[in-house]
């Protein structure tokens, strides 16, 4: 990936104020990046859907995005619920290659906004950090942990361990060289 300044959020249909003010703050604190938003004002095309499953298939999504890349990282957070083959449900799902991740966020919502805020930061720190070239980490806490529920995803904290920090600022100076 080229020298990198800025991640783009992708929002189907729209971010709200909150939401994007959580992502920004926690990519520019724990990242160091700029953030763009991008409201489509609509959700992602209906031939990405498997109606028989009634969730958006997130190979699918990623493709879509992919098309969207223009050589920057692209999050795409899409307000419904998808899945990969072999898994019921994903909270997000990341390409490294194609610099594209999602977060979907109908089983990560919450009433309370401020909960909702934080599992959405932790799933998208998540998500580029797999994009950035990190993997799950065994630190329960790390925001690098792999979640398999609600539960986990509310155990981490929305930020990064001392061993992937580590790693992290080496793939971060060769990235914004």
């Keep these: ?3 990198l300044s800025t ?4 929002c189907f249909p729209y971010c709200s104020s909150e939401e994007r003010f959580a992502i920004e703050e926690r990519i520019s604190s724990e990242l160091g990046f700029q953030t763009r938003f991008i409201d489509k004002g609509f959700y992602p ?3 990405l859907y ?3 499953r009634k969730q958006y298939r997130s190979e699918a999504i990623l493709k879509y995005l992919s098309s969207q890349n223009k050589g920057q990282i692209v999050v795409g ?3 419904e619920d998808a899945y990969v083959y ?3 449900y994903v909270f997000g799902h990341a390409d490294p290659k194609k610099g594209v991740c999602a977060i979907y966020t109908k089983r990560i919502y919450d009433e309370k906004i401020t909960l909702y805020l934080a599992r959405l930061t932790k799933e998208v720190l998540h998500e580029i950090g797999h994009l950035l070239g990190l993997e799950h980490c065994s630190n329960k806490e790390c925001v690098m942990s792999f979640s398999n529920s609600v539960a986990e995803v509310d ?3 929305a930020s990064f361990c001392p061993s992937c920090s580590i790693r992290l600022r080496s793939i971060l100076a060769r990235l914004k060289r």
């Design 50 to 52: 498997d109606d028989t």
């Design 77 to 79: 957070v899409v307000k």
């Design 1 to 3: 990936m080229e020298s």
């Design 86 to 88: 072999g898994y019921n």
């Design 45 to 47: 095309p209906q031939s």
């Design 7 to 10: 991640i783009y959020v992708i």
């Design 155 to 157: 155990r981490k904290k």
